[in-house]
């Protein structure tokens, strides 16, 4: 018996009962970028684009965009947008794509709430980012930086709604306040 008898049973798992180990597929992400406009989200969306090749960016504000990509936001379209967002990260995660990038301000956790909910229906696991700029908690440096002209007040009222999530089990019991 020498090393031909050895190399013989290489290919063998002792280690799991004799059953072949099957290779895990990577399970698939979902990134829930947050934070107060002009604070980087977009960039830090690109940057995990980058890091990954392949993933699928959605933002509400792409509602907003005309044919020549110009911005028009109009409040009273708000609801409807984010529908719209809704529907089509539905539709990657159906695909399967990964990672999927929600890139809003997500501001307070119900508004979260229904891309858990899709990202766990569709076994994708939930990573909360926010971006780690030097600005990002300074309102006036905030204004100056957003892409959208979003006023002083607006983004101090965010800062001062802004919910801390802890864990998915957060969103996931937040409910969306009656007005």
Known sequence: MGDDFVRAFDHLDLGSNGRRRRR?????????????????????????????????IFSTDDFFRDRNGEYKFKAYLLKTAHKWNQKRAREALENGESPVIIDNTNIHLWEMKPYVEMALEFGYYVNFKEPETSWKNN???????????????????????FEQVYSIHDVLQSEKPRR
Not at 30 to 56: D, E, F, V, W
């Open 24 to 56: 895990r597929r990577p399970r698939p992400q979902m990134y829930i970028l947050r934070g107060l406009p002009g604070s980087g989200k977009s960039t830090l969306a690109r940057q995990i684009k980058n890091t990954h090749g392949n993933a699928s």
């Open 139 to 161: 309102v006036y440096k905030l204004q100056s930086k957003t892409n959208y002209g979003v006023p002083e007040e607006t983004i101090q009222r965010m800062k001062d709604e």
